[in-house]
């Protein structure tokens, strides 16, 4: 892993970058491409805040309607319909814990 990261900083003319006491995928991509990831996969849904926000929420309370509610003061029902607004604007399944997964890094990137 080290010499194909120092194979790659070598090739790209680019700062070596050191692991952290606790490294986590989100080290491994350049910000520039996260960014770059996040914007087009996150396009549909970006145009609408509400939307967006319902989303991150969501996703940082593990997909429970109730405390994603209380926590942007709305209905249940109102969150049940953004995050299925979501899912269809995004045209993925957000039982996937995949796809959850990519959209919650996404989200910390835009």
Known sequence: QAARALARARATRSPLLRHSAR???AGLVPPGEAQAHARALLAPVTA???LTETLRTWLSLH???DRTAV???VHRNTVRQR?????TLLETDLDDPDVRM???FALRHV
Request: aromatic share 10%; hydrophobic share 50%; with cysteine.
């Open 102 to 104: 990519e959209l919650w």
């Open 23 to 25: 490294p986590s995928l």
């Open 63 to 65: 997909g429970s309607w």
């Open 48 to 50: 609408h805040p509400a």
């Open 71 to 73: 926590a942007l003061s």
């Open 83 to 87: 995050v299925a607004r979501c899912a």
